[in-house]
């Protein structure tokens, strides 16, 4: 299935790496061996990293609404019981923590160097494919609320911690309310179109509101090998700090605060927060 990049259109690219057989992701959703073909690619143009691959466009999609978060071979744990261990770390072993003060310490001092206008709470963040619910109840406190939309059927548990949940995957206009955040942390390299997930989502947002978004670092094909998780089948696209800044331009967004970012399980990644232009 060779395509155009989204994000500049050209329809020239070079093969970085291929696979010959299905991946354990796939395998689950009973993708065959039988005229297999997926490969990561660079755009000649823009550089944008991006995945081909032979399976139907929809496959991932039952696996996202079924299994992706159950009791799989990758998953060590439930989502109930990933939820207990990962809010019950320190704050010096919590990747969720840390993204959350460097997120919270961002905005503080945006505001306090008159990069966006300072505002009064409450305010109300709507975590995007967060259907673990740990982003959404350790963002919560004393200024902030949280909800959390998700297309995994099992996870309605996020209930029972005072969170709004709904089932379902994301669309820009959706909801009957506005929020003050957006957030996708490692969400868009999964979603078949990313450009069209964005585009228009500031209409989701109260005036001076912002988006958090993280994905991985297209570093990751110099420093990480082929085989390596991070490439699997359900990772659609790879950007870095110049692609990911476009693509945010386009939809109407202004990046205001970009870090790369080593995570705990090994792999790179990039995070930044915008601002509705």
Not at 128 to 141: A, K, L, P, S, T
Not at 171 to 187: A, E, Q, W
Not at 211 to 232: C, G, S, T
Request: charged fraction near 25%.
């Amino acid at each position: 299935m060779p395509k155009a990049c989204i994000l500049c259109k050209c329809e020239k690219y070079q093969t970085i790496w291929s696979y010959q057989e299905p991946d354990q992701y796939e395998a689950h959703i009973r993708i065959t061996a039988e005229d297999y073909y997926r490969a990561w690619v660079q755009c000649t143009n823009c550089g944008f990293y991006y995945s081909i691959y032979s399976r139907p466009e929809n496959a991932l999609d039952e696996l996202y609404e079924t299994a992706y978060r159950g009791n799989v071979p990758w998953r060590k744990m439930g989502v109930e019981e990933t939820f207990k261990k990962v809010t019950a770390l320190p704050p010096e072993k919590s990747e969720t923590k840390t993204r959350i003060n460097w997120i919270k310490g961002e905005l503080a001092r945006l505001r306090k160097e008159g990069f966006v206008p300072e505002r009064l709470g409450p305010y109300e963040l709507l975590d995007i494919g967060g259907g673990n619910g740990i982003m959404g109840y350790e963002f919560q406190d004393k200024d902030w609320k949280s909800s959390v939309i998700d297309p995994n059927d099992g996870v309605s548990f996020v209930k029972t911690v005072g969170l709004d949940y709904e089932q379902g995957f994301y669309k820009p206009g959706m909801f009957t309310r506005k929020f003050d955040m957006l957030s996708l942390v490692n969400v868009l390299e999964h979603v078949l179109d990313p450009v069209a997930v964005l585009d228009g989502s500031a209409r989701d947002l109260n005036p001076g509101g912002f988006i958090y978004i993280e994905v991985p670092d297209a570093i990751n094909f110099k420093l990480k090998p082929k085989d390596d998780d991070i490439f699997n089948s359900c990772h659609l696209w790879f950007w870095d700090p110049i692609t990911l800044g476009g693509m945010l331009n386009r939809v109407g967004y202004d990046p205001l605060a970009v870090k790369r970012f080593h995570a705990a399980k090994g792999h790179y990644g990039l995070m930044v927060l915008a601002a509705a232009n």
